[in-house]
């Protein structure tokens, strides 16, 4: 049965952004849930999949403001925790779509069959792509969760498939993805055709104490062979 757009567990809201979809403005909704433990995660408020811990404005309330919103912004993104986790996702994005605006999603990838289901929904996904894609080791280090990169390689051969408008976006921390881990996302992203590919330095924060990035890193080499290997690189120090 097709869960209601109303059972969607949000568990935070910002109403006006221009950083998280790239050339649009969105209000952002945080989706609550998320089985991955990445070290530099800011959001670990997010990770519990418990509705009490939804502390957000519910779906109703969100439709209702929603409506009051047109051509004042774009449209939303879902982010997370990881929003392809709830069933109701489906649903909330149709109606934003069918309300008027655009659809973003931010995912990591980790459920394919639900990103399949909102293919039809959305007009933009910023995957995050956490290592090497043939890394599978690294990847689980990263997540702290075993078989965790499968459904990331499932998930952008998905969208490579579907023509959507999509970004690669890699969270970059020296503790975690050295140089030479870097050009190797680079490497694994060429590999499968994609042409698009954020950089992102971590902040210094998350649940395990990570050190303040120098900005010495990722460092030249690096970033020349990105552009190299891309169309489109970007280096996001937030
Ligand atoms: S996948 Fe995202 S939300 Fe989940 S733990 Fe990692 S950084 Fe946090």
Redesign the pocket.
Known sequence: MKASADALRVGGFVPFSSIDWPGRLAAVLFVQG?P???AY?H?PH??SREASAAAGPSWPELRAWLQRRHGLIDGIVFS???PTLDPAIVAAAAEVKSAGFAVGLHT?GMVPSRLQALLPHLDWVGL?VKAPLDDDALHDRI?SRAGSVEPVRTSLALLQRSGIDFECRTTAHPELLDAESLSAVADSLAATGTQRWALQIARPAGPHGLALVQEAYPGSDVLAHARSRMAVFTLRRE
């Open positions: 998320c991955w433990r990445c995660c959001n997010l990770q997370g925790g990881e990591a995050d997540t």
